[in-house]
């Protein structure tokens, strides 16, 4: 599985670019986006990137991040949604706005992008609201901690609330108001307290 490509931006179309890895050419659908963060040709770039596999088709999907890639994968997992539509969707959103849209129920914001009819990005935004806590947090999401590093005193707080029973936005928003509270070395006792108490309301 090809999980990651570090090589020179060799060509670019509208939708894909070529990244020459050691004088192996590949060929990387990417978003609008992630073409814009890749620069000019001849810029040694790193592109994360995801395998799709079916009886007709083998392509690889090229992301500038991995968050960008979180989200293909958490987009293509919603029914009728294939990698061109969420590639379109990546194209007219930023991940940030992506999170905020999923976690705010907004969906007319979802269906910005091209392809994308009202219905299908209700169903987008309906499957995705849980879930969209669960990830690396959006900066500048009001009472949401910024990304929670993996080990981190706040990972394992929202991690452990998720075990007791809390849904991911819930407890993100949770950790991330008791971090604003007790500030970024609290320790995970002290954060699991306070969280605990906002998520339970």
């Not at 990651?4 to 990417?30: F, S």
């Not at 879930?131 to 999401?141: E, F, N």
Request: aromatic content about 2%; glycine content about 12%.
């Amino acid at each position: 599985m090809i999980a990651k490509l570090t090589g020179l931006l060799d060509d670019t179309g509208p939708d894909w670019a070529i990244i020459d890895v050691n004088g192996v050419g590949y060929l990387v659908h990417c978003s609008a986006r992630t073409l814009d963060h890749l620069g000019i040709r001849g810029d040694r770039v790193v592109v994360h990137t995801e395998m799709q596999v079916s009886e007709t088709d083998q392509r690889l999907i090229g992301f500038a991040s991995a968050a960008e890639r979180n989200w293909f994968r958490l987009l293509t997992a919603v029914q009728g949604v294939g990698s061109k539509v969420a590639l379109a969707i990546l194209s007219a959103l930023t991940t940030e706005e992506l999170q905020r849209a999923c976690a705010g129920g907004d969906s007319a914001m979802v269906a910005r992008a091209n392809g994308v009819g009202p219905k299908l990005a209700s169903r987008i935004v309906n499957e995705l609201k849980d879930k969209a806590g669960g990830l690396p947090v959006a900066p500048g999401m009001p009472g949401i901690a910024s990304a929670a590093p993996a080990g981190s005193a706040s990972a394992d707080a929202v991690s452990a609330l998720q075990n007791l029973g809390f849904k991911p936005a819930v407890a993100a928003v949770a950790v991330g108001k008791a971090v604003d509270e007790l500030g970024e070395d609290a320790a995970l006792g002290d954060l699991m307290r306070v969280a605990l108490k906002l998520a339970s309301g």
